[in-house]
């Protein structure tokens, strides 16, 4: 009697292979998040929320010192003149925000094109409104599309377009001639994005994240999507951002008053003041982050691993064939797991087909120990595969 969209559906592997982690005691370089507490004023402000705010139904769109913070802050870091009374919504989440993207806007029959690697909750989330998956695969190691694959993605029929930048689990921060390509083919066809923009601020060296809302024509066709805990190091808190224009927030926030209603007010309330008082967070975080990725890119050289780059997002990746690795990803992971005591996730479990199964994804936001560890245990993961080859 279940719902075939989700009776079939695996576990996913991220929760599959931190549960490994835990319950073998293993180094968890897989699922994304850090080691380190967050930053204790944001968490102070949240304590204090609980203890002495409002701790009833906040309104159902967000707090509106969060909704106006929100806006404040794209203004301040990437231009956007964003109405914080039409145009944001506060949702649990960036997966609630997808999921009240999808059921909002995609109707039965609608053709919606993805590009994998992909968020393992998109294509059941799109089906369920009634949508048609399109996918558009990227492969290793530069993860582009070009004009060719959205002409054979791109149709009469398809109405929305999902866009993940920067990419996880490729680290990949989309080039300006990427996204006006994209930009292009949105307008001609008259198709809506959905920006899953999670990791926004979380971007290194000289790359710069760009908002696809941004580009000519493309305001009033855009939902864009961001998630404070991803900007806060706050994963476990939930709180997401959906800002589109007013005709798409209209339905948006109805989708999202039946999915969540709202979101903890004392989060909420915190996230407001985290947004108004960063001070150099914004700076300093992915000035720290990168010094980890670093860290384990090094560590995997020496050991042999061939690495790919990541200019953002708390993952890089290894190239299992060049670091003279035979097993497909999966098989690699799990004997990494049970064997050598550290969890990574394979990429392939971020296509739905044709995967890339020689890629595996490693999480650099830990302390320094931790990763140094992961490099040790890696590389007898590395051995006992070449042992057993």
Known sequence: MANPIFANLPTTVFEEMSGLARTLGAINLGQGFPDDLGPEAIRAKAADAVLHGYNQYPPMRGLPELRQAVA???????????????????????TEALTAS????????????????????????????????????????????????????FSERTRFVVLNNPINPAGLVLP??????????????????????VWEQVVFGNARHRPLIAYPEMRRRTVKIGSAGKMFGLTGWKVGF??????????????????????PPNLQAAVAWGLENAGDWFTTM????????????????????????????????????????AEADRAFCLRAVHEAGVAAIPVSAFYEEDAVTSIVRLC?????????????????ARDLSRACS
Not at 73 to 90: F, M, P, S
Not at 113 to 135: C, E, H, K, W
Not at 177 to 188: I, P
């Open 72 to 94: 404040g802050h794209y203004a301040r870091t990437q231009g956007l003149d964003l109405d914080w009374e039409g145009e944001v919504t506060i949702t649990s989440g960036a």
């Open 364 to 380: 650099f936001s830990k302390g320094d120990a931790v990763l140094d560890e992961g490099v040790a245990r890696l590389a007898k």
């Open 242 to 263: 959906l800002c589109a224009a007013p005709e798409l927030t209209h339905s948006l926030a109805r989708a999202h008053q039946f999915l969540t209603f709202t979101t």
């Open 176 to 197: 300006d001639e990427d996204l006006a390509l994209l930009a292009e083919f949105c307008v001609r066809f008259d198709v809506v994005a959905i920006c899953d923009e």
């Open 286 to 325: 992915p000035r720290d982050l990168e010094a980890s990725r670093d860290r384990l890119a090094e560590g995997l050289r020496r050991e042999g691993f061939a690495v790919l780059s990541s200019q953002g997002t708390y993952f890089l990746n290894i190239d299992l064939p060049a670091s003279g690795i």
């Open 102 to 153: 999808f059921l909002a806007l995609i109707q039965p029959g609608d053709e919606v094109v993805l590009f994998q690697p992909l968020y393992d909750s998109y294509t059941p989330m799109i089906r369920l409104a009634g949508g048609v998956p399109r996918l558009v695969r990227l492969s290793p190691p530069d993860w582009r599309f070009t004009r060719t694959m959205l002409e054979a993605a």
